[in-house]
T-cell receptor
Framework: DTAVSQTPKYLVTQMGNDKSIKCEQNLGHDTMYWYKQDSKKFLKIMFSYNNKELIINETVPNRFSPKSPDKAHLNLHINSLELGDSAVYFC??????????????FGPGTRLLVL | AQSVTQLGSHVSVSEGALVLLRCNYSSSVPPYLFWYVQYPNQGLQLLLKYTTGATLVKGINGFEAEFKKSETSFHLTKPSAHMSDAAEYFCAVSEFDNNDMRFGAGTRLTVKP
């Protein structure tokens, strides 16, 4: 059973288009995240959602917007795609415990290529 | 805010040799520390983690890491490298009271026959 799943696995699109990446977790976690991994493999957190509230938002362009219809899903919508948006995007989830944070579990990644 | 530095973007070892991947962290509160591995064209997989308790942590595939508070380090080791260990390894830190996890830039491990 897949714990954290992302769709699509690969996404090739033209500059200026709008696209969405979906993420679903079946772990019962209450917090979900989006990370961007650049060409140098460096991971940077973009967003996290806890109980439908955005609690972390790094300096990410407002063309990127996370949408969480429920606790099990956190989709990433990107408007007006730019060449620099080409990267691998990872979704993750975790459970917030009274004593701290539980381990984050990662999805397989979505490889976005903007032409 | 917490941060992580991985020393060496590329490490090459011979099969059967010791693997040592270095990670130093910065945190204002007791940290949670993680090592993740990423095989080519795959997602991240948790190798091991340290939260509290024993400072020597054993993970999957024969890897282990030791939390050394005095050195602010969490180096990853494996006594004998296998060809299948070739991958990208990420060290990460989070703090107990928030969900913000910071990753290092990654270290690519190459294993020579």
């Amino acid at each position: 059973d897949t714990a954290v799943s992302q769709t699509p696995k690969y996404l090739v699109t033209q500059m200026g288009n709008d696209k969405s990446i979906k993420c679903e977790q079946n772990l019962g976690h209450d917090t979900m995240y989006w990370y961007k991994q650049d060409s140098k493999k460096f991971l940077k957190i973009m967003f996290s959602y806890n109980n439908k509230e955005l609690i972390i938002n790094e300096t990410v362009p407002n063309r990127f917007s996370p949408k969480s219809p429920d606790k099990a899903h956190l989709n990433l919508h990107i408007n007006s795609l730019e060449l620099g948006d080409s990267a691998v995007y990872f979704c993750a989830s975790s459970r917030r415990l009274a004593g701290g944070q539980e381990t984050q579990y990662f999805g397989p990644g979505t490889r976005l290529l903007v032409l | 805010a917490q941060s992580v530095t991985q020393l060496g973007s590329h490490v090459s070892v011979s099969e059967g040799a010791l693997v040592l991947l270095r990670c130093n962290y910065s945190s204002s509160v007791p940290p949670y520390l993680f090592w993740y591995v990423q095989y080519p064209n795959q997602g991240l997989q948790l190798l091991l983690k340290y939260t509290t308790g024993a400072t020597l942590v054993k993970g999957i595939n024969g890897f282990e890491a030791e939390f050394k508070k005095s050195e602010t380090s969490f180096h990853l080791t494996k006594p004998s490298a296998h060809m299948s260990d070739a991958a990208e390894y990420f060290c990460a830190v989070s703090e107990f009271d928030n969900n913000d996890m910071r990753f290092g830039a990654g270290t690519r491990l190459t294993v020579k026959p």
